[in-house]
């Protein structure tokens, strides 16, 4: 697990469909069809538009974040053997999670996590519906997120991720705290950029 400041990051959060996003009227989330402006696979969210290069611009960011925990595991399996007193420890599959706490502008997340819009857009082949989670995601399933370092010199790009959690603090005398947990199955990458390429037949992103 490995905790960053607000301040020492950038965060940018986009939909891994290449049509499909969800705009944000007045704090109410709706599905959005809008074909991403730079062709890629993937669209924006929230009108925050996907990087492109190694500097994110201050409309690519997620705005007021206040601490971003990124956790890298694994799921293993105990298997045992008829006579062996050791178990094998074998891995099953790889497992990202990354809980940002931001400042509360308005209550678009609140409505993506409480409409069920947690598995991202394109519920359906060629549509850009949303996600109803009740079938079998496909390489355009869920969200990618970007954690950009200090001077963005490196970028942590998670694809494929859900929505899986969400609260609020309450605070008489201060700002409210939003908390969004995004996880993953898929193994992230770290380069100088932040990576926009197809999860189809990529080698990049293994399983």
């Not at 850009?128 to 370092?149: C, E, K, N, W, Y």
């Amino acid at each position: 697990m490995t905790y960053f400041l607000g301040r020492d990051v950038k965060v940018a959060i986009t939909t891994e469909h290449a049509s499909g996003s969800f705009s944000n009227t007045s704090g109410i989330a709706a599905v959005a069809n809008a074909v991403a402006p730079d062709g890629t696979n993937i669209c924006d969210l929230d009108g925050l538009t996907e990087p492109t290069t190694d500097t994110f611009t201050a409309s690519e960011v997620m705005k007021d974040v206040t601490g971003v925990d990124v956790t890298l595991g694994t799921v293993d399996e105990d298997i045992a053997y008829m006579g062996q007193n050791t178990a094998l420890k074998a891995e099953i599959k790889h497992e990202t999670t990354i809980v940002i706490t931001k400042k509360r502008q308005d209550g678009f997340f609140n409505s993506m996590f409480a409409k069920g819009f947690r598995y991202g857009a394109g519920g359906h082949s060629g549509d850009s519906d949303a996600h109803d989670g009740l079938t079998q995601p496909s390489t355009s399933h869920g969200f990618r997120l970007f954690v950009a370092m200090k001077e963005a010199n490196e970028v942590l790009t998670v694809p494929g991720c859900t929505f899986s959690e969400y609260s609020v603090s309450l605070n008489a005398d201060g700002v409210q705290e939003e908390t969004l947990t995004f996880m993953s199955h898929i193994t992230p990458a770290v380069e100088s950029g932040p990576d926009q390429s197809n999860l189809i037949g990529s080698t990049k992103y293994p399983l």
